[in-house]
Each structure stands twice: as C-alpha cells, then as structure tokens.
C-alpha cells in the first residue's frame, strides 16, 4: 500500500475544484497514488435498470452512450454490489484483487466504483468504501453543472414525451431517513403514458405524489407537466394536501381540456399519521404483520374534470413496519391485471424497497414482454416511527 488513508478532505477539496467533468477522476487518481489502483471507473446504472455504462476518463469520452462500454446489469458483479449494498471482492489470475462498492446517496443508487489494486486488506477495503462514499456527493452535486451524468444513464434515445416525463421526476428514487425508506420506479410505455411521481421532505413532513395524466407521447407529458408543477407551486408554499390538489386541478381546468388521476399523502414523521387526496387513483397497497391488503379509500374525480367539485381530506395512519405501496393503472390493468401484486409484495416483504421496486416493475415488464401499453410507476414507504427497529437495511461490507 502506497499511502495510509484516503484523505477525504483531499480529495473533496480536489473534486471541488476540477471541472465538473473531471471530479470522478479525481477520486480515481487518488485511489491510483495511494493504493497503486489500476483500471479505476466509475459506472452508471441506466435510467431502466438494465444496464451499466462505464463512464469515460476526462478527455476520451465517447461522443454516445452507443459508443461507451455497456454491460448488461442482471446477474452481473454490479447488480450483486447493487442488490447488497456491500463492497465485492473478487481474485484476479495474476493475484490481485478486484474491488467494486456500492456508489450510494440516501440509499440512492447512483452505480458502482469498480478498480484493481495490489492486494486489499482492511485499511484498503475501508478506504475504497469511503472514497465510493464520497463519489456519490461528488456526483449528485456536480450532476447540476453538466449533462455527462445525464447522458451516461442513456442508453436509449429518448423521445421528446420521455425527456419531459423524466424532467418531472426527483432527481433521485430512493430516500432514506430515521423514520422511513422511500424507493420508486417507473416503466415507460412504447408510448409515453403521462405518469409521474415526486416526494420532499421537510422539517415535520413526508410528501408524496403519484399522477397519471390521460393520453400518451407528448400530450400526456405537457399534462402531466401541469399538474406536477402547480403540485410542487402549491406545496413549496407549505400547502397542504387540500390546497394541492385543488391547486393541480384549477391549473388543468384553466390550461388544458386533459384529466389527471392522483393521489397526494403528507406523512406526519411524528406521528405517522398520513392526510391523503385520491383524485381518482387506483387504491393503496398495505404489507402490514405479513399480510398484503388494499387501503380502501374514497375517490374523489380526477384532477381537471370540468365541473364544480370538491376534494376531501382522509386519514391514514402507519404502524411501526408498515409497507406502504402507492401504484399507477399501469401496475394492475390491460396485461399488467396477470401480475399477482399482493404475492410480489409478500415474497418481497424482507427486502429494501429499491427491490421491491424492481421486483414489482419487473413482474410487469415481462407479463407485457417488454413491451408496455401504459406506463407503470410504483412507490414503496417502510415507515419505521421514530426508531430504527423496523429497518430492513444492509450494513456495508465486504462481499467475498
């Protein structure tokens, strides 16, 4: 080993200052100085789910993600590190070892620093997780300045429907936090479907929002656009969930002549008490004591209907270890009606949310044979109350 430690502060300061393109090889040129690292990068995991993108070095990169290293993430060395949360250690023939950890923010999923050094013991190992650590801050900061971390999670083109859908979207899918773990996913259609969702937390409060706005490609993204907008209008102006939702509805019945379906929870972190709109949405999932139930909730007409109409406040509230799971039409109608919900969310129930997430979009991907006819969103609450007991988390660690 060619030096003690990481040096965070170092590299940070170093990140800091390199171009927003060029953080990610600063951390790689100090795992290189200080460990005699060969073959440092850093990979994406792409906006599906799919595949992994090896990014460029500074100064080489590809001019298309057609033209970057991609490797298929299922049953890879990368997915295991992704599904565990742990470093992975693998021999290589000239006795080195291949280290690759988990690139994580808040239990965001951002991909994977993968290198080869010398020999890894227990300074090394640490080492690499907290240089993988950092690169997750380094990455969702510098991701504001440039389009490379955009570009490296495309391995499709994108129709002008799926950028302004994906542009609606929290930056990440996964939060976690004292009192809860949060994860979403969606699965576009062939046709761009108009499902969104979006959460903030604030000082006493979980949002959340999940829409569906009617039609497909760009019509249904320019709705979907004007009701996720006049939401976060409303909510960032400590709105609650009454005000929001008559907030998305004027602004549809003042701009468009579409309808939106939604369904709007602020969670109480105190107390877990949940106030909640159904703008005709499909219900709630619940996994509670190992039981798989739908919350059954009054609905209310969708967001834009044009008539006179009110929205009605209801009262939900979550115990210690609940799983609260929130869909789209696209999870549980047409082909996707054959996926059994309730079992995927019982033979899922020890797992993160990230893979219930995956389970649950996966289970509908294949049912329509990749080939989806609405858009199929999906989020996953583990409340867990004031403590952590609930916690269904993997401690970081080698993976041998």
Known sequence: MRGEGLGLDEVLRAAEDAAPVESVDVVARNLEKRFG??????????VVGQEVVRLPRAGTAAESPGEAQRMRLPG????????????????EADGACRLVAPVTNRGDCVGVLEMVV??????????VAQAAHALAYIVVTDRRFTDLYHWGRR??????????????LPTATCCEAAQFTLACGLVPADDIGGDTYDYSVDQGSLHLSITDAMGHDTASALLATLAVNALRKCRRARGGVLEQANAAHQALCDHSRGLTTGQLISVSLETGMCQLVNAGHPWPLRLRDGRVEEVPLKVNMPFGV???????VQQLRLHPGDRLVLITDGMNEREAAAVDLPAVLYDTGAEHPREVVRALTDAVRRTCGDSLTDDATTMVLDWYGTSRSGLRHTEAGADN
């Open 76 to 91: 890879s060395r990368y997915d295991r590190v992704l599904r565990s949360q742990r470093l992975l250690e693998q021999d």
């Open 37 to 46: 690292a060969s073959e440092v990068s850093f990979l994406f995991v792409d």
């Open 306 to 312: 044009p008539a006179p109409l009110s929205y009605e």
């Open 155 to 168: 391995t499709t083109t994108m129709s002008l429907a799926a950028e302004i859908q994906h542009q609606l």
């Open 118 to 127: 010398p020999h890894a013991d227990d300074t090394v190992r640490e080492s």
